[in-house]
């Protein structure tokens, strides 16, 4: 049984490295969750038409601080879509200038939104070159996307054809391998000897690929990559309590509307942001490592991508159990909020207070 001793934790104001926040009216209703409890977090650029260049990016993020709640210092590090058009110069820039903390990898037809993503490394090797002469970094959905290989093994096949080598031909660019979902994961990024990172999202340290479909298919924890088996949970979840600095906390909050989840063929994501935190602190207190938690919230991902902590601190307090509200409502519909399936006892302060 886990150590109850624990009733406060007060942390550094965690950064989120991996978030989706939409655009429009979904952009509007989802933007205050991660604003109130974190400090930064790196934006996802999967729109429709996809933030691709510069001048996208410096809109996308000017729409971003508009949705935000009056005084708020979030602060939204913004990603370029990588296409095999993208123009080297053009990221440089976006990089040099502070417009863009890093660059996406989706292959082609991964996840949502990917179409127009890369097909063929070899022609965006100028970009990847460019990237690792500035110190800039490559977020990378770590997923093949041949037919012929089955979807829980998509992550395992992607490390072994694509990334090795590419670590191989461009052995000075620096990675993220967003969103692990494997010991072949979180094996490959040990045994790196350096410029290479994960980022674990929320929801893949509580669920495996039973809460999706034992006793009935429940389209709210799908995601891509979807969960995997237990032993490769229990892998996410002991390299998140390790306090390797490999390692940190990338939530891949994606909400979509409830009428899009419920379909024939369902939207892939799960929102998490609301519930980050206290769903973080039970799993760490579960394996007796909440002391380990800032390192994997607040820490880890600064010291990676060169930044330094946030200044301000939270604090989670423990009490009595509660329970998320079910969804939040869009101007366009409700979106389900993320149910871990167990009671949550942690929770900011603030709120505990309310």
């Known amino acids: 049984m886990p150590n109850r001793a624990w009733t406060r934790l007060t942390l550094r104001r965690p950064d989120d490295w991996h978030l989706h926040l939409r655009d429009g009216a979904m952009l509007r209703a989802v933007a205050p969750h991660s604003a109130r409890d974190f400090g930064r977090a790196i934006i996802m650029p999967n729109l429709v038409p ?12 000017d729409r971003i ?24 110069d053009d990221v440089a820039r976006a990089y040099l200038s502070g417009t863009a903390q890093a660059v996406k990898l989706y292959p082609a037809g991964a996840t949502t939104n990917s179409h127009a993503g890369v097909r063929d490394l070899g022609k965006v090797r100028p970009v990847l070159e460019r990237m690792a002469e500035i ?26 054809r694509v990334l090795k080598p590419l670590r191989r031909r461009v052995p000075d660019l620096r990675i993220v391998l967003e969103h692990v979902t494997t010991q072949d994961g979180v094996d490959f990024v040990r045994d790196q000897p350096r410029n290479v990172a994960a980022t674990i999202t929320t929801h893949h340290l509580v669920i495996n690929r039973n809460a999706i479909l034992a ?24 390299a998140a309590v390790s306090g390797d ?19 024939p063929c369902g939207c892939a994501g799960c929102f998490t942001a609301p519930v980050t935190l206290p769903i973080l602190a039970e799993v760490f207190e579960a394996a007796e490592a909440l002391d380990k938690l800032e390192s994997f ?19 989670l307090v423990r009490g009595e159990a509660w329970t998320a509200p079910p969804a939040i409502l869009t101007d ?16 900011l302060e603030d709120q505990a207070a309310a």
């Open 50 to 61: 996809p933030v691709v260049t510069m001048a996208q990016a410096a809109a996308y993020r």
């Open 65 to 88: 601080r508009e949705a935000l709640p009056p005084g708020s210092r979030f602060e939204p590090l913004m990603t370029l879509y990588l296409t095999e058009a993208t123009d080297p």
């Open 135 to 160: 110190g800039m970094t490559l977020c990378i959905h770590g997923e093949v996307v041949d037919p012929d290989v089955d979807i829980f093994d998509r992550e395992a096949v992607f490390i072994d």
């Open 215 to 238: 006793g009935g298919i429940r389209p709210h924890y799908y995601c891509l990559p979807v969960a995997k088996r237990e032993a490769h949970r229990i892998a996410l979840v002991q």
């Open 245 to 263: 600095e490999r390692f940190f906390l990338g939530t891949d909050s994606a909400p979509h509307l409830d009428q899009a989840k419920l379909q």
């Open 297 to 315: 919230v607040s820490l880890n991902g600064p010291r990676y991508y060169g930044l330094p902590p946030n200044d301000d601190r939270v604090t």
């Open 332 to 347: 366009d519909g409700p979106v389900t909020v993320f149910d871990p399936g167990f009671p949550l006892h942690w929770r």
